[in-house]
Every structure is written in structure tokens, then in C-alpha cells.
């Protein structure tokens, strides 16, 4: 078992910054990736970045390029999210996941890839 953490979610101004936070624990020589997702009132669960636990590949829709950037500390088993240049589009409650099945990097998009889901942590962007 894998349980997650998320933090940092808040309310920001449209062109600001956020920093999210994913804390894992339990068995987590057992995750090969980690990713972030979002879901707004309504809408299905987007992919917005992955990171491979084992070296550095990180990846990122075409939506969130440039943006946001994915990175992770394994030694305090804590993965970031740095949000900028923000939108109210944005606006979604945000979680991080585990992959423990070694999902080729084509899946890692896919929300049915990842084995442990955090809780989720509000981000609101005001325009």
C-alpha cells in the first residue's frame, strides 16, 4: 500500500504561481511513477504531468508545457508541482498518484494506469 498526501492548493490571482506537494508513504519502493491529474466541477479527470520514480522523465500534456514543472525527491519520498502562469481554467481540484504497474510512458496519461490516489487539493484561480 502507497498513501498520498497533497498539499499547497489555494487561492491565486490569474497569473500567478502555485506550488503543490504530494507526500507518499507506506511502500514506496514499490512505485515506478508518480503523476498529477485534475478535475474540475463537471469535467473528467486530466492528466497534467508524470514523473518516472527511477531517474528524471517527466512528461506533461501540450496544455501545461512551459507552465508547469513536475519534480520529486525520492530520498523524502515528496513529488512538486510548480504551477505558473495560471488560468481560471485551471480551477480544479488537483491529485497526485502512484504507479506501482510500470505503465509504459504512453499510458501514464491515462487515470486508470495509477494504483493509490491522494485525497486532492483545491486550486482556485480568480480572474
Known amino acids: 500500500q502507497v498513501q498520498l498526501v497533497e498539499s499547497g492548493g489555494g487561492l491565486v490571482q490569474a497569473g500567478g504561481s502555485l506550488r503543490l506537494s504530494c507526500a507518499a508513504s507506506g511502500r514506496t519502493s514499490s512505485i515506478f511513477s508518480m503523476g498529477w491529474f485534475r478535475q474540475a466541477p463537471g469535467k473528467e479527470r486530466e492528466f497534467v504531468a508524470a514523473?518516472?520514480?527511477?531517474?528524471?522523465?517527466?512528461y506533461y500534456p501540450d496544455s501545461v508545457k512551459g507552465r508547469y514543472t513536475i519534480s520529486k525527491n525520492n530520498a523524502k519520498n515528496m513529488v512538486w508541482l510548480q504551477m505558473n502562469s495560471l488560468k481560471p481554467e485551471n480551477t480544479a481540484v488537483y491529485y497526485c498518484?502512484?504507479?506501482?504497474?510500470?505503465?509504459?510512458?504512453?499510458?501514464?496519461?491515462?487515470?486508470?494506469?495509477?494504483?493509490?490516489w491522494g485525497q486532492g487539493t483545491q486550486v482556485t484561480v480568480s480572474s
Open positions: 498518484a502512484a504507479d506501482v504497474s510500470l505503465s509504459v510512458a504512453t499510458r501514464l496519461r491515462l487515470s486508470d494506469e495509477y494504483d493509490y
Open positions: 514523473i518516472r520514480w527511477s531517474g528524471d522523465n517527466t
